[in-house]
């Protein structure tokens, strides 16, 4: 096992494609249901039941569940290693900062000085400008604009196509 992702719903397929263009080609994972449809182009899936932290315990893990809270439950659950997973195709400047367990999905722009924290998902299409901070489990949509200098709180999610101007506090 390269990989392991808790949840595998269609957001969880996505982060699985992610995985795969990582370099990634056996994943885990780990559902309180079986899921439907695991079988991936370019990788091996494998259903592994409930979280059990005895399985495979030194493969590195990502929760890829959308709802905020629940991904801030199961965080305080893990005892694998979290990793950050990035498209190929996002754009994260080298001086922006993403901590652990979070998802940047394809198309993303992160500009210069950004933190993005603990177990964040940045969907796709978004442009998050200089200078802001993006607190833990906060769910960031597809396509929205958080211009310079402002700060999304935790657990938060902004909803598809905002637009957030400069120096605002959500």
Known sequence: MDIILYGFGGFGYSVAEIAVENGYKTIGVFDENEPENITLKNG??????KYNAK??????????IGNNEI???????????????????????????????????QNVVIQANTIIKN?????ASVVIDHDCVVE???HIRPM????????ISTCSTINPSSFIERFNTI
């Open 136 to 138: 833990n489990f906060v």
């Open 44 to 49: 091996k899936v494998s259903f592994l039941g």
């Open 144 to 151: 929205v604009y958080i211009g310079s200098n402002s700060s």
């Open 119 to 123: 177990h964040c998902i940045i969907n």
């Open 71 to 105: 991904r801030a439950k199961i965080a305080k659950e893990i005892k694998h290693k979290l990793i950050s997973l990035i498209h190929h195709s996002a754009q994260v400047s080298d001086n922006s900062k993403i901590e652990n367990g979070c998802i940047i999905m």
């Open 55 to 64: 399985i495979y315990p030194n493969v590195p893990l990502v929760i890829t």
